[in-house]
């Protein structure tokens, strides 16, 4: 079965350095993996998926992430952090099981981000 | 925007109230899905509609009654709620169930849900 693991639960950065949300993830077949973003009261917002195509993905609002298959990871990474990015992320994996055929999201437990001026 | 609302962003009862929630899309998707998110804890999907038809349910309580009249909207019918039950209940929808590497799913602000 496929799951996702965030190993941060809480990331602060100062703004303008860099920002890396770490995640892993377990699949017994070829993921499709996401990271999503969500700022206070509002609802998720895709920042970036990876569908087996390029291993660099590069998402909204200068994100990118990377697919390591040897490592099982994808982690969320910016050159250089905005007050605007204050928000909780979330990586997510899908659920391939059944060959594609179902659309069933498996999500991390989150990562808030932190920016300090 | 995300093309997603969801009504009410808030909502108070007890455990004998009986009141829904909203969700309408504007995207012209064909599926539609209920999470529930409590702290600390991820994501969980309760229901998923496809084409107006329910093709996921994950082991919800009978308590949480969903309704899908059409593709543009889905509700979520609450009756003898616990306390537990707090959460804020997201909805989304995507073009297609079939293949979440293709269809995107776009999230609502969701409810916050208090039971008191």
């Known amino acids: 079965a496929q799951s996702v693991t965030q190993l941060d639960s809480h990331v602060s950065v100062s703004e303008g350095t860099p920002v890396l949300l770490r995640c892993n993830y377990s699949?017994?077949?070829?993921?499709?993996l996401f990271w999503y973003v969500q700022h206070p009261n509002k609802g998720l917002q895709l920042l970036l998926k990876?569908?087996?195509?390029?291993?660099l993905v590069k998402g909204i609002n200068g994100f990118e992430a990377e697919f390591k298959k040897s490592e099982t990871s994808f982690h969320l990474t910016k050159p250089s952090a905005h007050m605007s990015d204050a928000a909780e992320y979330f990586c997510v994996v899908s659920d391939n099981s059944n060959g594609g055929s179902q659309g069933n999201l498996i999500f991390g437990k989150g990562t808030k981000l932190s920016v300090k001026p | 925007e995300t093309g997603v609302t969801q009504t009410p962003r808030h909502l108070v009862m007890g455990m004998t109230n009986k009141k829904s929630l909203k969700c309408e899309q504007h995207?012209?998707?064909?599926?539609m899905y209920w999470y529930k998110q409590s702290a600390k804890k991820p994501l969980e999907l309760m229901f998923v509609y496809s084409l107006e038809e329910r093709v996921e349910n994950n082991s919800v309580p009978s308590r949480f009654s969903p309704e899908c009249p059409n593709s543009s909207h889905l509700f979520l019918h609450l009756h003898t709620l616990q306390p537990e039950d707090s959460a804020l209940y997201l909805c989304a929808s995507s073009q297609d169930w079939t293949d979440p590497s293709t269809d995107t799913q776009y999230f609502g602000p969701g409810t916050r849900l208090t039971v008191l």
């Open positions: 995207l012209g998707h064909n599926a």
């Open positions: 699949s017994s077949y070829s993921p499709s």
């Open positions: 990876y569908t087996s195509a390029a291993t």
